[in-house]
């Protein structure tokens, strides 16, 4: 099984929500990933955690938090976004290390209104 | 950091001809991969080629590390090959994936 999932598929949230994005994976992988993608532009990573731990945070803005509670579980808690932030936000996992195939789920997209 | 770029921008073939993509980047990688986005935003592996040369059906492809380029070629292209190709790269003592501008594709019926 390589499926990464993401709920929900589409969300719309005012400025001053709080909202969640989730990913899960059952593949066994101890990296996952969250990507920022804009419309006709390559995504973007944001932030990876490796055994549950953060080890990368590409300096993204404290409205979005990420949260890993197990190693198949991956939130990103989103509060007072801004509109620019509407986007397609893809979870990725893989097995820990460098040189590891990354998996992506389906994505999320957000619209800020 | 690392560039990561990718040619031609845009492409429209007529079903059943072959093409070439090309990912370029400016530094040593760790790990390479080939995804197609599907229009509804799904990013599918295709190929993790740090180096060599790999075929799967219609597609392969070839990566030379040395001279920091990968091609990815598709024969016989279908309606369903339509959508974006990014290549992806691992920069090397990270961890990170930076992925390419893009290729995006039509294939007319």
């Known amino acids: 099984d390589t499926e990464v999932t993401q709920t929900p598929k589409h969300l719309v949230m005012g400025m001053t929500n709080k909202k969640s994005l989730k990913c899960e994976q059952h593949?066994?992988?101890?990296?996952m990933y969250w990507y920022k993608q804009k419309a006709k532009k390559p995504p973007e990573l944001m932030f990876v955690?490796?055994?549950?731990?953060?080890?990368i945070n590409e300096s993204v803005p404290s409205r979005f938090s990420p949260e890993c509670p197990n190693s198949s579980l991956l939130n990103l808690h989103l509060h007072a976004l801004q509109p620019e932030d509407s986007a397609l936000y893809l979870c990725?996992?893989?097995?820990?290390?460098?040189?590891?195939?990354?998996?992506f789920g389906p994505g999320t997209r957000l619209l800020v209104l | 950091g690392i560039q990561v770029e990718q040619s031609p921008p845009d492409l429209i073939l007529q079903e059943g001809a072959n093409s070439t993509l090309r990912c370029n980047f400016s530094d040593s990688v760790n790990n390479l991969q080939w995804f197609h986005q599907n229009p509804w935003g799904q990013l599918i592996n295709l190929f993790y080629i740090p180096s060599g040369t790999k075929q799967n059906g219609r597609l392969s492809a070839t990566t030379v590390a040395t001279e920091r380029y990968s091609l990815l070629y598709i024969s016989s292209s279908q309606t369903t090959d339509s959508g974006v190709y990014f290549c992806a790269v691992e920069q090397s003592g990270t961890y990170k994936y930076i992925f390419g501008t893009g290729t995006r594709l039509k294939v007319l019926a």
């Open positions: 593949m066994g992988h101890r990296a």
């Open positions: 990725a996992s893989s097995q820990e290390g460098p040189r590891q195939t990354q998996y």
């Open positions: 955690y490796s055994y549950e731990k953060l080890s």
